[in-house]
Nanobody
Framework: QVQLVESGGGLVQAGGSLRLSCAASGRTFSTYAMGWFRQAPGKEREFVAA????????SYADSVKGRFTASRENAKNTVYLQMNSLKPEDTAVYYC???????????????????WGQGTQVTVSS
C-alpha cells in the first residue's frame, strides 16, 4: 500500500508561482514513475507532467510546457511540481499519482497509475 500526500496548493495571482509537493510512503519509491494530473470544475481530469523512476526523464502537457517543472528527491520520497507563470486556466485540483510497477518512464494516461493522492487546490486569480 502506498500513500501519497500533496501539499503546496493555494491562491496566487496570474503570473505568480507555486511549488507542489507529493510525499509518498513505500520503501521502493525510487523505482516508481510519478505523475501529476489536474481536474478543473466541470472538466475531465487531464495529464500535467510525469517523471520517470530514474529522475532523468520528464514529460509535460503542451499547455504547461516551459512553465512547469517536475522533479523528484528520492531520499525524501517526494516529487515536486514547480509551477511558474501561472494562468487562470491553471486553476484546478492537482493530484499526484504513482505507478508502482518498477522502472517505468511515466505515462500520460491516468489508468497506468495505481495510487493517487487526495489532491490540492490551486487557484489562479486574474
Amino acid at each position: 500500500q502506498v500513500q501519497l500526500v500533496e501539499s503546496g496548493g493555494g491562491l496566487v495571482q496570474a503570473g505568480g508561482s507555486l511549488r507542489l509537493s507529493c510525499a509518498a510512503s513505500g520503501r521502493t519509491f525510487s523505482t516508481y514513475a510519478m505523475g501529476w494530473f489536474r481536474q478543473a470544475p466541470g472538466k475531465e481530469r487531464e495529464f500535467v507532467a510525469a517523471i520517470s523512476w530514474s529522475r532523468g526523464s520528464t514529460s509535460y502537457a503542451d499547455s504547461v510546457k516551459g512553465r512547469f517543472t517536475a522533479s523528484r528527491e528520492n531520499a525524501k520520497n517526494t516529487v515536486y511540481l514547480q509551477m511558474n507563470s501561472l494562468k487562470p486556466e491553471d486553476t484546478a485540483v492537482y493530484y499526484c499519482a504513482a505507478d508502482t510497477r518498477a522502472y517505468r518512464s511515466g505515462s500520460v494516461y491516468g489508468n497506468r497509475y495505481d495510487y493517487w493522492g487526495q489532491g490540492t487546490q490551486v487557484t489562479v486569480s486574474s
